[in-house]
């Protein structure tokens, strides 16, 4: 069930928040259409896509905006503060019978920064659910940092994550959302996703906050080109960032 506030003292104690609204459904169906329309496809027969899925907000007003809207960046700041900095966007997209999954990891073990400090939005933007791969997570698991290990797996879309001995799927939450609705989740959370058994896709994005005093070690990412920060509420006094900061596209 979804709720209609963000509460702090939830997510302290179990390491995310949500399901909470932020877009109407007539809203994220229209974001959801211009994905599609961006993939070159119909919502109506969805398929499988080669087009890149990150870093949209670099080249497209319409995503910036969204992953900047107020309700929230208002979220991000009750836990990091008033200076908020957006870095990285990504689109999590599973059509209709994906095999490929999302293995338990804690995504600080992917990221070079320092601090290891990040703050997750992940929107859906069509209705999440068991069948076609939802967003899955261990509540209380970011107190502790987890060993990530080689997948050795075809269908992990991971190289590496969690052993399977560390993890206790009976703690698991299946998160299912309805299109709109958001969940807010930390560097530590333990998360991950099934396949898309199911002939719905999933059209699901994540979005990257910090704060002006995290350093990327720009020359330990093998991807660096999706890694530019926006200072999207606040000020920066550190800048430490400069050699990549991000300019918000045009209207």
């Known amino acids: 069930m979804s709720q209609d506030v963000f ?29 599609f329309e961006e993939l070159g496809q119909s919502e109506a027969s969805p398929g499988p896509t080669k087009v890149r899925l990150s870093a949209w907000h670099q080249r497209l007003r319409w995503v910036y905006d969204m992953v900047t809207h107020d309700k929230i960046l208002d979220m991000i700041e009750e836990v990091i503060g008033p200076n908020i900095v957006m870095w990285a966007v990504h689109f999590w997209y599973k059509e209709p019978k994906n095999g490929k999954y999302l293995p338990w990891h804690q995504d600080e073990a992917y990221w070079p920064m320092e601090p290891k400090k990040n703050v997750t939005c992940w929107i859906a933007l069509g209705p999440t659910f068991e069948a076609n791969g939802c967003l899955r997570v261990i509540p209380g698991t970011h107190r502790e940092e987890w060993e990530h290990a080689a997948m050795n797996d075809a269908a992990s879309a991971f190289g590496k994550g969690m052993k399977s001995d560390d993890v206790d799927e009976s703690r698991a939450v299946s998160l299912e959302m309805n299109p709109g609705e958001v969940v807010i989740f930390n560097e530590k959370t333990v998360h991950g996703s099934n396949p898309n058994v199911s002939d719905i896709a999933r059209v699901a994005l994540s979005v990257r906050f910090t704060s002006p005093e995290v350093k990327f070690l720009t020359e330990q990412w093998t991807d660096v080109d999706r890694i530019k920060p926006y200072l999207v509420r606040g000020v920066d006094t550190h800048r430490l960032n400069e050699e990549i900061r991000g300019v918000a596209p045009a209207s």
């Open 7 to 35: 509460s702090l003292e939830r997510y302290q104690e179990h390491g995310y928040d949500g399901p909470i609204r932020v877009f109407s459904e007539a809203e994220a169906a229209s974001l959801r259409a211009k994905f």
